[in-house]
């Protein structure tokens, strides 16, 4: 496990498992909620991905990342798919507990959007920050109002999963030679083409930590008649993504509802209202055959649905901020460091030393009830 300078790990028990945290050396257990910072990765990731912003925030701040089941050094316990990514949030709180952090400010990418989204939904948090995440609806397999498609979803889970991808996984393929191999899928998937780091060994790193056990990374998948002949089963993390199971659009209608903020690339392949990890626009394209059209399979409109729920959201009283970044990818805080660091610490309320350097001018669209 590749920590940078400064970068600790350690094992929490919990009641649930033993679950992988990061921290900084020399931050303090005693600080405040106020002054927490809690992150969560995304899918095929873990939380080295977060390192270099963890070296990067305020020392007066406390922050950690946690590596999810099946990801990183966290126990590799089967997920229950038909609890939809409820697993994951109920592992994050009793490591929290176990933390002695009653709230925090949770940041979650891709993936780890939906996990602190369904956080909020059970638990107090002081606020959200959604970097690239999954719609609310879920992944794959609905229209742009979250009504799904079919009953079986027919083209989401972990029949989407790419077979090649799940083999490299396990073989821990390091190289670029196959557009399948982990660095081929981070340079093409991750990150909008121009990214350069010293550290994408460290990322790979990262990917490869998936687990590819039973119940873990894809999960299982089902037969159907309906095109193109696949759908989710009741374990992994695809499944866990579906639609059937998971539905998070609820958020509009908490009572107390924590200031969320929404940053994401304007390149990002994976979370689009294109994505080229949808089945359905991959249909359309005819990378996948015998498409049976617009009609029966459309793109998920990922984006627009996420603008959707979170401009209800802010009708409904809530404070929400949009930071569209443009050209970068599903990685904005990998990619445009100092534009994600300041757009946080801005919506957390850091108010930072005079020491500090100047914020990089970036648009923020507000939308909020006022």
């Not at 400064?6 to 900084?24: K, Y």
């Not at 191999?181 to 460290?202: I, K, N, Q, T, W």
């Amino acid at each position: 496990m590749t920590l940078f300078d400064g970068i600790t790990a350690r094992l929490v028990e919990t009641d649930r498992l033993g679950v992988n945290v990061l921290e900084r050396v020399g931050d303090d257990p005693s600080t405040s909620p106020e002054h927490t910072v809690v992150f969560v990765h995304g899918n095929v990731a873990s939380s080295l991905f977060w390192q270099e912003i963890m070296q990067d925030l305020p020392s007066e701040l406390r922050v950690i990342a946690v590596d999810l089941r099946g990801f990183g050094r966290t126990e590799h316990s089967p997920i229950d798919a038909t609890r939809g990514v409820r697993d994951f949030s109920d592992d994050l709180h009793a490591t929290l507990e176990a933390l002695g952090i009653s709230t925090a400010h949770l940041v979650g990418w891709s993936m780890g959007g939906a996990v602190v989204l369904q956080y909020a939904l059970d638990h107090p948090v002081l606020s959200l920050t959604l970097q690239s995440p999954i719609s609310p609806y879920g992944f794959g397999g609905t229209r742009r109002d979250g009504s799904r498609l079919s009953d079986e979803d027919a083209g989401a889970g972990a029949g989407a999963a790419n077979p090649d991808f799940i083999q490299r996984l396990i073989d821990h393929d390091t190289t670029d030679g196959a557009p399948t191999s982990p660095r081929s899928v981070f340079r093409s998937s991750y990150v909008a083409d121009g990214y350069r780091s010293e550290h994408e060994d460290v990322w790979v790193e990262a990917m490869l930590s998936t687990s590819t056990a039973t119940g873990n990374y894809p999960g299982d998948s089902v037969t159907t008649s309906t095109w193109p002949g696949f759908a989710p089963g009741t374990t992994g993390v695809l499944n866990a993504l579906a639609p059937k199971y998971f539905d998070v659009s609820g958020i509009v209608d908490l009572a107390a509802k924590p200031p969320i903020l929404w940053i994401y690339g304007t390149a990002d392949a994976i979370v689009s209202d294109t994505s080229f990890s949808d089945v359905n626009h991959l249909g359309a394209l005819g990378v996948v055959p015998d498409w049976p059209g617009v009609d029966v399979a459309p793109a998920q409109p990922m984006v627009s649905q996420t603008r959707d729920v979170l401009s209800t959201y802010a009708e409904k009283g809530g404070e929400v901020a949009e930071v569209p970044v443009e050209g970068a990818g599903h990685s904005v805080h990998l990619e445009r460091p100092a534009v994600f660091r300041q757009a946080l610490l801005t919506h957390i309320g850091y108010v930072g030393r005079p020491a500090d350097p100047a914020p990089p001018t970036e648009a923020i669209i507000l939308r909020s009830a006022d």
